[in-house]
Antibody, heavy 118, light 107 residues
C-alpha cells in the first residue's frame, strides 16, 4: 500500500523557518517525481514545488522561490521542504504527492498544517 | 503562467443526476489536464489524467474529455459519495496550476 506521511508542521513566527518531511513507503520512491502542494484554510490548491526522481531537476512557484528548498533522500525514502523567511500568507496545509512523470499526482499524503503567526 | 478557470464554482444536484464541470486554460495545453476530487478535511484524490484516462480504481461514472483549452469532467449518475469539491490542473508547463474548484452540493 502506498503511503505518504508528512510531518514537521506547526506554529512559527513571521520570518521563521520550518522543515517539512514526507516519508514514503509502498512504492519505488527513487523512481518517482515528487511535488509539494499547499492549501490555505478554506481556499484552493496551489502547487509549490517539484523535484525529479534523482533530485537533479527542481522547480518552484514564484511565490516561494528563494525562500523554500525542496530536496529528497532516496536512501531514506523521504522528501523535504525547507521553508525560510516564512510569511503569514504561507499559512496552509502542505501536501506531498507522488508523480510518475512530473505531471499529475497519483498519491497524496494527509497533509501537515503550517501556521505563520505572531 | 497558465490560468485555469473552472465553472461553475458551485452547483447543487440530486443523486443520479448527470453533472458536468468545465475547465478552460488560458492557452493551449494539449491534453495535459488532470481532475481531482477533494472531500472536507481530506487530501485530494486523482480521478482522471491526460484529459480522459481514468485513474485505477475510480468508478466508470466519471469521465473526462477535451483538448487544447477546453475540458469537461462528467459524472454520469451522481452518487452520495460524490459530493465534494473538484479541481482541474494543467501539467503542460510549470508552474503547474489548478482551477479554483467546483463544489458539488446536495440539492
Amino acid at each position: 500500500e502506498v503511503q505518504l506521511v508528512e510531518s514537521g508542521g506547526g506554529l512559527v513566527q513571521p520570518g521563521g523557518s520550518l522543515r517539512l518531511s514526507c516519508a514514503a513507503s509502498g512504492f519505488t520512491f527513487s523512481s518517482c517525481w515528487m511535488h509539494w502542494v499547499r492549501q490555505a484554510p478554506g481556499k484552493g490548491l496551489v502547487w509549490v514545488s517539484r523535484v525529479n526522481s534523482d533530485g537533479s531537476g527542481i522547480t518552484y512557484a514564484d511565490s516561494v522561490r528563494g525562500r523554500f528548498t525542496i530536496s529528497r533522500d532516496n536512501a531514506k525514502n523521504t522528501l523535504y521542504l525547507q521553508m525560510n523567511s516564512l510569511r503569514a500568507e504561507d499559512t496552509a496545509v502542505y501536501y506531498c504527492a507522488s508523480s510518475p512523470y512530473g505531471g499529475f499526482s497519483d498519491y497524496w499524503g494527509q497533509g501537515t498544517l503550517v501556521t505563520v503567526s505572531s | 503562467d497558465i490560468q485555469m478557470t473552472q465553472s461553475p464554482s458551485s452547483l447543487s444536484a440530486s443523486v443520479e443526476d448527470r453533472v458536468t464541470i468545465t475547465c478552460r486554460a488560458s492557452q493551449t495545453i494539449s491534453r495535459y489536464l488532470n481532475w481531482y476530487q477533494q472531500k472536507p478535511g481530506r487530501a485530494p484524490k486523482l480521478l482522471i489524467y491526460s484529459a480522459s484516462t481514468l485513474q485505477s480504481g475510480v468508478p466508470s461514472r466519471f469521465s473526462g474529455s477535451g483538448s487544447g483549452t477546453d475540458f469537461t469532467l462528467t459524472i454520469s449518475s451522481l452518487q452520495p459519495e460524490d459530493f465534494a469539491t473538484y479541481y482541474c490542473q494543467q501539467s503542460y508547463s510549470t508552474p503547474l496550476t489548478f482551477g479554483g474548484g467546483t463544489k458539488v452540493e446536495i440539492k
